[in-house]
């Protein structure tokens, strides 16, 4: 069986004036029908480019230099912008941008905006896209009859809700949420996380959740993928992410977050992310790492099978090295 | 908390209390809501009572819009209450001035606080320099055309420090303290050439750079990274240790509080809902809207993922134009009553310093602090 999205070696750089920056530097993973994959990293780790490229909308200076998005059976990017446009982007593959709170039109209505993207790709008219926006509303929970009101009429939590209805309006197979809760609190966080969960479970969607919250990724998240440097450094399924960390940058992450009624020792990983024009040689990771060794700083590590499905970029799982 | 005068005069340990603080802003109105001669009152904060203890950390929590930025505010001075009065105790010679200068004050055993909307010219200048606030955002709250030495001398030459080398001298001194080093390389950088935690450090420099004895934090971490987090609340605690600081710390993320709290106030629409040691709170509370908080926190486990998070309360905040009659959580509150639509609780002891605003701990003793 192949996977519903399988992306293989994708790199994305921007080519800016001060040299490129390699934003994702040979991504590679799938997945299914009905899966929630985690994406997490910390600020400038690629991830965010890494959906924009998934939607071919990477902006400039930036493109896709290398890879395949392969979407049941088709490598999107060797298809014409034209079919993308018409038969991928929204329609099969959608995404709830960072910072989506502005992303709706101040002026125009909900409705209106919902029912204008329904209309862009499909052959329908104005009455009959506006019941399906009202529709979408209510499926995430808010009072169909507010499908006239502006967005300053609805607070933090419904507008973020309405972006996902729009995001949702196309019945998508595959939606990318990029931070879809960062700006909200705990409260409405976890009514839109329940939002996702019902949805995967209703209709099969498949979710990919970018975000640097690892609390927030175990709610949902079936697999997760930690970012580091453009790179992902370590995959594999949530329970052994969660309770068996392979790759030291993953380790530290788990240490560093704070939980009610645990330690009250404040941990973190030391130093900051490398600036990807010019990332460290070897291991993008080794000048903050604990365990780095004189391999580390040479040769990049490939990935090693830690089992499971569960795979991990890191030195310390070869046999017979020396950890000294 | 219902702070009554006598039992605030037998503590020595406050350094600050808001007692039934309201801040309250008017809205501009449209031309029919003027001849309906409706008002529109936006109730920030409505009915605070507050207990600041000295040498710990305060937390504020609770969702967004409910008030905890604007009581941050009225704390450092920088709004003046519509109603009710936050008293301080300041340095002996703040004192002095103060007693000098006729504001009106409370004694109490720890020493004579002060009534801040009362000080004026010199006091209030003073007054400013011993309460300083760290603002929310890393990125909006540094001017972008001034380099960080101009940022931190500014309150230096506000407050009066005529000498060009002492001033240097001290901003190197706070770029130390908040390990931002060596120190000459950030001088003369702007804003943007910061990460994230750099501004967060260099907006910390610029609260303790006059020497304050209380800082107000905002959200000082909840734009940042989880690892560089970690690292900026440790920072905080060391400053805190080192120059014997009292903090008031605003958060929305319940977890950042266990980690750095003493005490824990959950914030409601402009109320204090409940207030207790940070370990009571989390672990044992007692008003439905805290539970909801609580329950409503993710978890790193992964297992639960396939089940619907039950979180007990519906809806979102409402606004703080409009606030409920009675228990104003009452309308989201699962276990609601008759009585919470037309009576709004008192604050019940629920154990030891720990009060909580609601009709089902009615059968608790009602609080004196
Ligand atoms: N200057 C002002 N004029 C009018 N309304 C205001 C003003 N400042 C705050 N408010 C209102 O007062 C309420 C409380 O705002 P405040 O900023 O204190 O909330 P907060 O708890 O800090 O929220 P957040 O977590 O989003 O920062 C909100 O309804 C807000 O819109
Ligand atoms: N439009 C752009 N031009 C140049 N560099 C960019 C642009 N967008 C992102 N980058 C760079 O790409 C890297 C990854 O950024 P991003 O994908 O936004 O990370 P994340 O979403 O993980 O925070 C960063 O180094 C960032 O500075
Ligand atoms: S490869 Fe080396 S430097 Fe990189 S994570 Fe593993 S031990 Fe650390
Ligand atoms: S007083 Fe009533 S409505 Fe308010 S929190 Fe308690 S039970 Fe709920
Ligand atoms: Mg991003
Ligand atoms: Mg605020």
Redo the contacts between chains.
């Keep these: 069986m192949t996977a519903l999205l399988e992306v293989r070696n994708l790199k994305t750089y921007f080519f800016t004036l001060r040299g490129s920056v390699r934003a994702v530097d040979g991504v590679s993973f799938t997945l299914e029908k009905g899966e929630a994959l985690g994406i997490v990293g910390e600020s400038g780790s690629g991830k965010s480019t890494l959906g924009f490229s998934l939607l071919r909308l990477v902006p400039p200076p930036g493109r896709i230099v290398e890879g395949s998005i392969i979407l049941d059976g088709e490598d999107i990017l060797k298809l014409p912008e034209e079919r993308v446009r018409k038969e991928i982007r929204w329609k099969r593959i959608s995404m709830i941008f960072q910072s989506a709170l502005n992303a709706l039109n101040p002026v125009k209505r909900i409705g209106d905006q919902i029912a204008d993207a329904i209309m862009a790709h499909e052959d329908v008219d104005k009455k009959e896209a506006l019941e399906r926006a009202a529709e979408l509303l209510k499926s995430v929970g808010i009072d169909p009859r507010r499908v006239n009101n502006y967005p300053h009429e609805f607070s933090g939590g419904m507008k973020q809700r309405a972006v996902i209805a729009m995001a949702l309006a196309l019945q998508p197979d595959v939606v990318i949420a990029d931070e879809p809760t960062t700006a909200l609190d705990v409260v409405v966080q976890a009514q839109i996380l329940n939002l996702f969960k019902k949805l995967r479970k209703e209709k099969g969607l498949s979710i990919i959740l970018i975000t640097h919250d690892l609390s927030l990724v175990a709610e949902i998240a079936d697999k997760v993928a930690i970012m580091y440097a453009g790179k992902i450094v370590e995959l594999g399924p949530s329970e052994k992410i969660y309770t068996e960390p392979a790759h030291p940058y993953t380790k530290g992450l788990m240490a560093s977050i704070p939980r009610i009624g645990g330690s009250k020792e404040l941990a973190w990983i030391p130093g900051s992310p490398p600036d990807l024009r010019n990332p460290p040689p070897g291991c993008r990771f080794h000048p903050r790492c604990p365990f780095a060794m004189e391999i580390c700083r040479r040769e990049e590590p490939p990935y090693f099978d830690v089992g499971d499905g569960h795979i991990s970029a890191c030195w310390l799982h070869k046999e017979g090295i020396s950890k000294s | 908390m219902g702070i009554k005068i006598e039992e605030l005069s037998s503590r020595d340990d406050i350094i600050l209390a808001g007692i039934g603080v309201k801040m309250y802003f008017s809205l501009a109105r449209s031309i029919s809501e003027i001849l309906a001669r409706k008002s529109r009152v936006v109730k920030a904060v409505d009915g605070v009572d507050i207990l600041i203890e000295k040498g710990k950390v305060t937390c504020l929590v609770g969702?967004?819009g409910c008030g905890k930025t604007t009581l941050g505010k009225l704390i450092v001075g920088l709004y003046r209450p519509t109603e009710g009065s936050i008293v301080y105790r300041p340095s002996d010679e703040l004192s002095k001035v103060l007693l000098d200068a006729g504001v009106p004050y409370i004694e109490s055993k720890g020493g004579l606080l002060f009534d801040m909307a009362k000080a004026r010219g010199r006091a209030l200048k003073m007054l400013r320099r011993e309460i300083q606030i760290v603002f929310q955002d890393p990125y909006g709250s540094l001017n972008p055309r001034m380099t960080i030495k101009d940022i931190l001398e500014e309150p230096l030459i506000i407050h009066g420090y005529k000498d060009e080398k002492e001033r240097l001298e001290m901003v190197i001194k706070a770029l130390e303290d908040v390990k931002l080093t060596p120190p000459e390389e950030f001088l003369y950088r702007y804003p943007f050439q910061l990460?994230?935690?750099q501004r967060q450090r260099v907006n910390i420099a610029r609260a303790i750079i006059l020497g304050p004895r209380l800082v107000v934090a905002d959200e000082p971490v909840s734009m940042l990274?989880?690892?560089?987090?970690?690292?900026i609340?440790?920072l905080m605690?060391d400053l805190k240790e080192r120059r014997n600081l009292t903090y008031v710390f605003i958060t929305?993320?319940?977890?950042?509080a266990?980690?750095i709290c003493d005490y824990i106030n959950v914030m409601y629409l402009g109320r204090i809902v409940e207030y207790g040691p940070t370990d009571e709170i989390?672990?044992k509370p007692k008003h439905p809207y805290t539970q909801?908080?609580?329950?409503?926190?993710?978890?790193?486990?992964?297992?639960?993922?396939?089940?619907?998070?039950e979180?007990p309360?519906i809806g979102?905040?409402p606004s703080a134009l409009s606030i409920p009659p009675g228990c104003r959580f009452h309308p989201r509150c699962p276990y609601a009553m008759e009585k919470c639509k037309i009576n709004d609780p008192p604050y019940f002891e629920v154990g030891y310093k720990h009060l909580s605003a609601c009709w089902l701990n009615e059968g608790e003793k009602v609080a004196k602090i």
Excluded: F, Q
């Excluded at chain 2, 929305?252 to 950042?256: G, N, R």
């Design positions: 969702e967004s990460s994230g935690g990274d989880v690892s560089i987090r970690a690292e609340l440790k605690l929305h993320d319940l977890a950042v266990s980690i989390l672990l909801a908080l609580i329950a409503a926190v993710p978890s790193p486990d992964p297992k639960g993922r396939w089940r619907i998070k979180v309360i979102e905040i």
